[in-house]
């Protein structure tokens, strides 16, 4: 038997192989290396295999490559010196050539990259950040974005993905809020599937697809005071009814990968947390695939952690509690085979983790298919149909939080038009974190998005003047004269701000007075969210609120558009603005999709997947609250300003005639809630339909409310529908203190409605296994 034969079964081809290794050669496999530093590109185009690189494959092998097309200032690979789409994949090839050929056993590499809103590559489309991926509410949606990246991602040889995040925002003033879904645990978790369903499809040796890496596990999203890769302190039984509820779920859809966290846990570091990793991962839930670590996360266990006296005893920690690879690799290439030899680990330890490795190479069909045809990749990246697609996922995650008078849809014609803002026409400041750099024309401003809707009508449309006014972060207001100049010419002014996660890509910056690109020795850089990026407030930075302020002092209708990565705190926009747009992060086509909205081309569907503070101080204020958690402070009462699943539209919906059937059921039955909804208004209109269900009386304390449900549906003025959705296991189950998911009788209230602060409401009870209700 030999491990080339693919008509043998995986576990066979993986012991076959195993037993042909050597222990530098195993230690191989579990190593990481920075992917972008095993090539160089030449002055003709083409690329060389780095000496580096060659190095690591003759010292014993490189088992995976990360990030090998990552492009941005991190990696310091730039547009001149990146590679497109088309050498993207002939530079794989020739990576993986040298790989397979200079190592004695042709192991193909593994290549991982980042592809959170679409591959971190050149020339790739960029969608919108998960923030607003979970306010679209439309998992079926989201699966198409995931089947587009992994089609872009594998095309160019990107094997597997370290996404989605999973992690649950309680503090958003984390700076990585934006690369989440949500703060409730059953949205993340629906988004979870969808998300392991569109990247693995339905075969990982396809062409289309790659693995999927979930994380950060685990509670990653839960730290202290909302700073990165802060202690978490949280029990047990919260941990298991709350955060790792998503992670179980996209295990239970076939997850390949799982990522761990930075933090700890009541003193427990993740990396190397045998309870998270083994007990809970893979005998409790029945994982068999691959973990890997975050970047540097094994040396925190020396330097941070301090839970290991060196490289040796870190490096054996992990490996001990269930990691398989390192990335960046550089403990285990260090440290691996000395903590063998001095006992801190067995060769069983380390055949399990190679072992799992090259299963996950064997189900991707990387010993059969290891190249790529770079013409396809070619082809398929940046495609107009994922263009389209990431416009489309753009429009329904746009929420609208306010319209007073019914300030928007804007009129397209007959009047004059002022568009404001630092975010009004900076490209990477609506793309968000985790981007690449972009080709001139790629993105598609907010401004870029209203002069090309209105540029049908010729003479006849609205005459559009543009001023940046000021910047996201800095005290200058050179530009509120000429800010305030075009607003006293126009009928109605859009305001354009919020924050940026956009590193320093070399732009340069700009005058503040007329928006034209400035050259200078001193870049500025406005980033004030995104990895590393916490804040102590949520307000605007910079001076963005006092030009506001000052426009609106003319009277004229002011029209607020957020472009940013976490929820804004800004009372007093709340209270005076006309209308606000949360835009979010919105990706490349977020310019057309915000005009899309604004002049009414399309009807704002998105609905808030976390809750909006009044004030930073009242944070935590996720709606999944207990119902011990008190009732107001001194200066104000709980209540968030917009609640979790709020969202207006340019139509009204009615509910009615709420029932369940049946009424009463055993705990391991099923019920149906049925609820009709109306479009009460003038226009078409999607409405996102939410159940939430009240657990009266339970053996723990319960939220509040609890989301058990949702569907996203499109009507017709004038059109009723009957929407139903299942009420069973998921949606009545508790972890109890003994750490069981069980359904207990006894009552429970089921509201059906627009947000969780809304909605008409019907009774279910449970009776117990003896019959009794």
Partial sequence: MDYRDASRPVPERVQDLLGRMTTEEKIGQLIQPMGWKAYAKEADGTVQVTEAFKQDVADGGVGSLYGALRADPWTEVTLETGLSPRQGAEAMNEIQRYAIEHSRLGIPLLFGEECSHGHMAIGATVFPVPLLVGSTWNPALYRQMCEAIALETRSQGGAVTYSPVLDVVRDPRWGRTEECFAEDPYLIGELAVAAVEGLQGERLDSPHTIAATLKHFAAYGSSEGGRNAAPVHMGMRELHEIDLLPFKKAVEAGACSVMTAYNEIDGVPCTSSTYLLNDVLREQWGFEGVVITDFGAIQMLVHGHNTAENGEQAAAQALRAGVDMEMSGYMFRKHLKQALEQGFMAEHDLDQAVSRVLELKFRLGLFEQPFVDPAFAERVIGCEAHKELARQVAREGIVLLKNENGTLPLAKKGYTLAVIGPNANHVYNQLGDYTSPQPKGQVVTVLEGIRANLASLGEDAAEVLYVPGCRIKGESREGFAQALGAAEQADAIVMVMGGSSARDFGEGTIDLRTGASVVTDDPWNDMECGEGIDRSSLSLTGVQLELVQEVHKLGKPVIVVYINGRPIAEPWIDEHAHAILEAWYPGQGGG???????????????????SVPKHVGQLPVVYHARRTRGKRYLEMELAPQYPFGFGLSYTTFDYANIRVTPEVIGPDEEAE????????????????????????TASVTRPELALGGFTKIELEPGQTRTVTLKVGFEQLSLVDSQLRRIVEPGEFRLKAGRHSQDGIECTLRVRNKEGEA
């Fill in 592 to 610: 057309n999709a915000v005009a899309d909205i604004l002049f009414g081309d399309a009807n704002p569907s998105g609905r808030l997947s976390v």
């Fill in 673 to 696: 809630l049925h609820v009709d909804v109306t479009n009460s208004g003038t226009v078409a209109g999607m409405e996102v339909v939410q159940l939430y269900v009240t657990d009266v």
